[in-house]
């Protein structure tokens, strides 16, 4: 017998951090068994809204009712025993633990003697798998898992704790063409089996796909939502940012062709001491972006890593602007003249206990036109802050608030206005739009379309592929650590690069 989904009612809904009010008397209602799109830009309240209901965070005011009761949700364990499951926008999986031990966490399965059975836990979750078609080894570490496997552990995870009411935050912003085509065969199979799923995304067509209904928010309120019939695309990105969107400008074609980023026989290890790039060779000119299609864990990250500085190349050289900057630290090549939006903007970008004034700065304390950092009065610091959050459109612009406050996309544009501030010769872009919302993500284009055309040399690494079409003019797919494949944007498509990156087509299109 299928057990359906309760229904859900969030009423009233505030809560704030210090003076920003994240959510601001908010109603939301979930019909069993509905797909519910969450849509807003950057800030606008919807993981703060989904954290609530999950029991991340207390409300200020506002109830909840599940199955027509109030509850108070105080923990995610107390979430969970209402039903409800949530797979976060920032995983929280345990890197050094198995898929079994990841799922089981907290409801172990015990062996015949009454301890924790592993091999009991890796059957389970071997049934739970295939019941749901949601492939995994149970017995693999999750260090040594793709992004998207990942992401299916956390889905497994939410529905071996019994999940009727399942929560996505973002879950299609790490995953190429065909793992989404994946995820959504298990997302309208879940429902069919009753289960209740809201989706949070920036991707508007993939609500058009999947949801009944949507709701939109903006500054932390509901601003609209209905069915999707009454909501197509254009509708729903009006009410999201207030105005409509316009197009992405055509670009001014730039024939210059001076290589500011050469790359030859690069070989570079990943943490296991695996070679996770292959003789990479290539240049990027001037006036030029070069997009790296691959699925996740194929060496871009490692790619990216060393000609960044922060990882050792084991075999082969990097030439920033003609000089050799194999042997330089992250901050020599910086200085060199390169410019770094890295992948993980956690670990890598800011530091999230500094403010926003002291993480534009950082790592350009020693550049003469950012002052002398530190020595540098805070106020003239913070004024100059303020002019580049404006520009960037990061929200809030407040130069003395810390980093980690920022919402993930907000985040986002803060790391790219410091590198894309700087005029730096070469520009590396990984994941430069990754969790950020439709407006952010037009101006980001735009900034990097404005570098090229100013001349720069742009490596753009994205598993958007949409975006390598759109903004390159040369692509490179990287599979399994070597570059298999390059092609122009007018001579391929979606699909045909899906394909190369699986490995699923030799080297020439037909
Ligand atoms: N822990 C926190 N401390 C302070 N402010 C916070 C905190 N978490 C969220 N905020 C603020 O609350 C607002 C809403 O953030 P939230 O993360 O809910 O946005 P979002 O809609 O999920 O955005 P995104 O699409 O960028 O993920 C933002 O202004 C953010 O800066
Ligand atoms: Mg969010």
């Excluded at 609530?52 to 009712?65: A, R």
């Excluded at 993980?344 to 206990?353: F, K, Q, T």
């Excluded at 404006?390 to 980690?404: K, L, M, N, S």
């Excluded at 742009?458 to 390159?472: D, F, H, M, T």
């Amino acid at each position: 017998m299928i057990e359906s989904a309760p229904p859900i009612s969030l009423r009233h809904i505030t809560r704030r951090f210090g003076p920003v009010v994240a959510n601001d008397d908010v109603s939301l209602e979930l019909a069993p068994g509905e797909i519910h799109g969450l849509v807003g830009e950057n800030g606008a309240g919807k993981s703060t809204l989904m954290r609530v209901l999950y029991g991340l965070l207390q409300p200020d005011s506002g109830t909840i009712e599940v199955a027509g009761r109030a509850v108070r949700i105080h923990s995610p364990a107390a979430a969970m025993r209402l039903g409800l499951g949530m797979v976060h926008q920032h995983f929280m999986l345990v890197d050094s633990l198995t898929v079994a031990e990841n799922v089981t966490l907290g409801r172990e399965p015990l062996g015949a003697l009454g301890s924790y059975s592993p091999a009991a836990a890796e059957r389970e979750v071997a049934a739970l798998a295939a019941r749901h078609g949601l492939p995994v080894d149970p017995g693999a570490r999750i260090e040594t898992l793709s992004v998207g496997a990942q992401q299916r552990v956390e889905i497994l995870k939410a529905l071996y704790h019994g999940a009727r009411v399942l929560i996505l935050d973002e879950p299609t912003a790490v995953l190429t063409p065909q793992e989404v085509d994946d995820l959504f065969r298990v997302l309208r199979e879940l429902q069919a089996q009753g289960t209740t799923i809201v989706l949070i995304t920036h991707k508007l067509a993939e609500v058009t796909a999947l949801a009944q209904r949507v709701t939109v928010m903006r500054a932390g309120r509901v601003v609209g939502g209905g069915a999707i019939a009454e909501h197509p695309v254009e509708r729903m990105a009006e009410l999201m940012v207030g105005h409509a969107i316009p197009p992405l400008h055509a670009r001014a074609h730039h024939e210059e062709c001076v290589p500011l980023l050469r790359v030859r026989l690069l070989d570079v290890l990943d943490d296991r001491g695996l070679q996770a790039v292959k003789r990479a060779s290539f240049e990027v000119h001037s006036g030029e972006i070069v997009g790296l299609a691959g699925v996740e864990g194929n060496g871009q990250h490692e790619l990216v890593e060393c000609l960044a500085g922060l990882r050792r190349a084991q075999h082969g050289d990097i030439l920033i602007a003609d000089r050799d900057c194999t042997a330089l630290t992250a901050r020599g090549r910086a200085a060199a003249g390169l410019a770094h939006i890295p992948s993980d903007r956690l670990r890598r970008g800011l530091v999230p206990e500094m403010t926003l004034a002291e993480n534009l700065v950082l790592g350009r304390q020693r550049e003469p036109d950012a002052g002398h950092g530190p020595l540098l009065p805070r106020r003239a610091l913070e004024a100059r802050a303020a002019g580049v959050l404006a520009e960037y459109d990061v929200r809030p612009p407040e130069p003395g608030r810390q980093a980690r406050q920022l919402s993930g996309g907000n985040q986002q544009k803060l790391i790219a206005a410091r590198e894309l501030s700087r005029g730096a010769a070469v520009v590396l872009a990984a994941h430069p739009t990754r969790g950020v919302d439709l407006g952010a993500i037009a101006f980001l284009h735009q900034r990097l379309l404005r570098e090229r055309d100013a001349g720069r040399a742009v490596l753009l690494v994205s598993s958007e592929l949409s975006e390598i079409l759109a903004l390159s003019d040369r692509i490179f797919v990287m599979y399994e650590g070597r570059l298999v494949h390059e092609t122009r944007p007018a001579e391929t498509d979606e699909r045909t690069l899906g394909l190369h990156m699986t490995g699923r087509r030799g080297a020439v299109a037909p």
